[in-house]
Structure formats: structure tokens, C-alpha cells
């Protein structure tokens, strides 16, 4: 077919076509598919997580509604929070053990030393000090040890993609040139690969020790503290635009965009959200309350405009990868409150290098259609504060005080996001087809 016949969806198919090898070449990097791997293995963890979510929001009064939907659940709730918060709030514990042990079967040695190498570069580059569990009426000197686990969720997980690429290098490298304690052979490998490990695990040490305790580098913050002077309190939308470009980036390296952005634009959020409600309720026109970005503003268009139609696309996709169909049937239900999770790190779409590109653009374009949209009156701007966990059309009709323009916004952002992942989908579909038939050729191959 000539160029010039070509439809425009054929032509940016075309282009896209052109990137599929360089994107593929990316995820065969040995640390990349590490990485991926080990979100992918974690992901049970994760799924458990969100299904205990779900039960919790819908029993406990504030969740997804003011009084519980299941209030003979109530006595329960925080309980199944406490699930929630030991699965999905630790999430970067599981993907730093599973990441170690892919990554040291990867590298050739034994997969338990990677993992052990890796979580204890992780526990050294988190803390520099143990502190002390506060207990109301106990005597300071009584108080039990304690660590302080607020990076061992999704801000964490930048922590364990280092803390595993400094452990499996440093081992591969002692190993490489022999720097390790060798026993006989007679001695059992259990036994064996312990010894092997005591050099590696010291040179990891004193690194991950230099780096938090010596050097003061507390990652996760110093990303957090990157980010202060760019997104400055203005309600405008170049900076709402540029947040949403920050976030979307951040997710798709393995990082909590949100909470990362949201750490350093919570505070003037949560101030103007009120003061739009104080205005509202003084009478003041939901079109001419104040502030147009407010903390939910983003539900109307983020993962409607990504992971949604993901969803969709992993549904369609199921007779040519057949493992997709049970992973969307999963990922589903959790989707519907934005809990989403479960896809970016099961599918996964972090560090897919099919899927970077056009969730970045989604959560760009449909934030700033919904920010300019808001500000010109067509969805009503918010002065309500509903639960985050609210589905996107009940929030874009409730937080406004009934509009319209805020139910319909969601559904328009969705088709965008349809239209703009589908050649990028298409490519990421044609290279796991292939991927799977050349494996089942290798291990027909292997057993001929």
C-alpha cells in the first residue's frame, strides 16, 4: 500500500512499527527484565491486597460513602485494613525480594543469595537509625524498637530497583573474579552458597551503609525535594499539565506518582478544596468558586484514560495471549475504584517500553482537556472531597454538586485514551505473540 493511500491509524501504526525494535531491545535489558519480572511476581501479593481494599472501603463509614455499604462488616474494618496495609503498603519489600531473585537467576547464581543481597541493601538504604514505638503511659526506656516503614510502598520502589541493582552487580562482580570464601565441594551448595555470600553482603554493606547513614541520601525524599521548586502553588494549567506529565512518568519507572506529587502539592490542595467548599456554601456559583485544581481533579482523567482502556485492549487481546484474559477478569473490579495497582505491576505497564510512551501522553493531553474544561465551566469545578477510592463518573458528578460535565468528562477522556494506546497496543500485542512462539519453539527445540 502506498503512503499515500494509507489511513492516518496505519501511517502512526507504521511509525510506531518503526520503535518496536529499539523497545523490545529495552526490555531485554538484563536489569529491566529483572525488574519487570519481579513486579510480576509479586503481583498475587498485590491482588490480595486490593480484593481486602475493596471489602474495607465498602464496611467502613467514609469509604466509598458516608455510612458503610456492609456497616454488619464494620467491627471488621480495620482488620481488613490491616491486610491491605501488610500487602499493597509494603509492596516494595515483595518486589525487591522477587527482583533479586530474577535478577540473580539472570546473572547465574543462586537466586536465594540475590534476594537475601537485595532486601538487605534495601533495609540499609532506608534507615540510619532504629527508633522507638511510642506507646501512650510507657516510660521512654520501656519502649519497644521500631521502624518506620513509609518507603516500603509504592514510594519505595525506586529504593528497591537500586538496592537490587547495587546487591546482584556487587555479587555477580565477587563471584566473577573469585573474591568470596570458597569451601570443598563435599560441603552442602545450602551451606556453600552461605560462605560464598559473607564478602558480597560486606561490600554491599558498606555501600548502601555509605550512601544513607555516612552520605545522609535519603532517596525517596530527595525525589520528593526535586520536584518542590518545579510544582509550586499555582492554579494554573501549565503546572496541573506538567504534574500530571511528573506523576505519569514516575509510575512508569515503578514509582507512586501520586503520593511522590502529592507530597509536595497535597498541602495547597487540601486548602483550596476548602476554601471552594467554604465558598460553596456561602452561595457562591460551583462556576465561580475559586480554585479550578482540587485532589480529586485527577480522577477524572488519569487512569480512566490509561489503565481503563488497557483493560479493554487486554480483554481483546485474550484469544492471541490467552494468560491476559484472567489477569483482566482480576485487575477489573479493583480498576473500578482506581485501585490500579494491580496493572501497572502486573501487566505490567512499568517499564514495558510499548506502554511508557502513550500512558505518559494520555495522562498529559486528557489533564489538560479536563483542567481547561473545568475552568471554562463545561465540568463543574469541586468543592465536595469524596473518597479517592469514589468510581470517576460518581466523583465527577458528586464532588460539583451535581454536574453533568463531570460524568461526561470521564467517558471523553477514555475514548482519547482508546484512540491514542491502540497502534502502541497493537505493536506490544504483535512482540508477545512472537516472544511466546519463539520460547515454545526453544523448549520444543529442547525436548526434540
Known amino acids: 500500500m502506498s503512503n499515500e493511500n494509507m489511513s492516518f491509524m496505519d501511517k502512526l501504526m507504521a511509525k510506531v512499527d518503526v520503535i518496536a525494535g529499539p523497545m523490545t531491545k529495552f526490555g531485554q535489558i538484563p536489569f529491566i527484565k529483572a525488574v519487570v519480572n ?8 498485590t491482588m490480595v491486597g486490593s480484593i481486602f481494599l475493596i471489602i474495607f472501603l465498602l464496611c467502613s463509614d467514609g469509604g466509598l ?15 481488613l485494613a490491616l491486610i491491605n496495609s501488610l500487602s499493597m503498603g509494603m509492596m516494595a519489600v515483595y518486589i525487591v525480594i522477587a527482583m533479586g531473585a530474577e535478577y540473580a537467576e539472570i546473572k547465574g547464581f543462586n537466586k536465594t543469595t540475590g534476594a537475601v543481597g537485595a532486601f538487605f541493601a ?9 527508633g522507638k514505638l511510642f506507646i501512650e503511659g510507657v516510660a521512654a526506656d520501656k519502649l519497644p524498637s521500631a521502624l518506620e516503614i513509609t518507603y516500603w510502598g509504592g514510594a519505595g520502589v525506586i529504593t528497591a530497583m537500586i538496592a537490587g541493582a547495587i546487591a546482584i552487580n556487587v555479587i555477580h562482580l565477587c563471584y566473577k573474579y573469585n573474591i568470596r570464601i570458597k569451601l570443598p565441594d563435599s560441603v552442602p551448595p545450602a551451606i556453600s552458597d552461605s560462605f560464598s555470600a559473607i564478602i558480597p553482603y560486606f561490600i554491599i554493606a558498606i555501600i548502601c551503609w555509605g550512601i544513607r547513614t555516612i552520605g545522609g541520601f535519603n532517596i525517596p525524599e530527595m525525589i520528593g525535594n526535586m520536584l518542590l521548586p518545579v510544582l509550586s502553588a499555582a492554579d494554573n494549567i501549565f503546572i496541573y499539565s506538567l504534574q500530571q506529565f511528573l506523576s505519569a512518568l514516575l509510575w512508569t519507572c515503578g514509582l507512586h506518582g501520586d503520593n511522590i506529587t502529592g507530597a509536595v502539592t497535597s498541602a495547597f490542595l487540601n486548602t483550596w478544596i476548602g476554601e471552594n467548599n467554604a465558598a460553596a456554601m456561602a452561595g457562591t456559583a460551583v462556576s465561580q468558586l475559586p480554585y479550578t485544581w482540587t485532589p480529586n481533579l485527577c480522577r477524572l482523567s488519569q487512569w480512566v484514560s490509561s489503565c481503563w482502556p488497557i483493560l479493554v485492549y487486554m480483554f481483546m487481546s485474550s484469544k492471541k495471549l490467552p494468560h491476559l484474559k484472567p489477569l483482566a477478569a482480576i485487575c477489573f473490579p479493583p480498576a473500578i475504584f482506581c485501585i490500579i ?5 502486573g501487566l505490567p505497564v512499568v517499564l514495558n517500553p510499548f506502554l511508557i510512551i502513550p500512558f505518559v501522553v494520555t495522562h498529559t493531553i486528557t489533564g489538560a482537556l479536563t483542567y481547561w474544561l473545568t475552568a471554562i465551566g463545561f465540568v463543574g469545578k469541586m468543592y465536595l472531597n469524596l473518597p479517592w477510592a469514589t468510581p470517576s463518573p460518581i466523583l465527577g ?3 460539583a454538586g451535581g454536574s453533568i460535565g463531570g460524568f461526561v468528562i470521564v467517558f471523553i ?5 482508546m484512540v491514542i494506546f491502540y497502534p502502541f497496543w497493537k505493536a506490544y500485542e504483535k512482540s508477545e505473540v512472537k516472544r511466546i512462539e519463539e520460547e515454545a519453539a526453544a523448549t520444543a527445540g529442547a525436548t526434540a
Open 413 to 417: 477522556n477514555f475514548l482519547i485514551g
Open 65 to 79: 460513602t458516608k455510612t458503610a455499604l456492609l456497616p454488619f462488616m464494620k467491627p471488621w474494618a480495620g482488620d
Open 397 to 399: 458528578y458528586l464532588a
Open 38 to 45: 519481579g513486579m510480576v511476581g509479586s503481583i498475587g501479593v
Open 122 to 130: 534495601f533495609i540499609l538504604l532506608n534507615y540510619n537509625a532504629v
Open 341 to 345: 495497582e494491580p496493572i501497572m505491576f
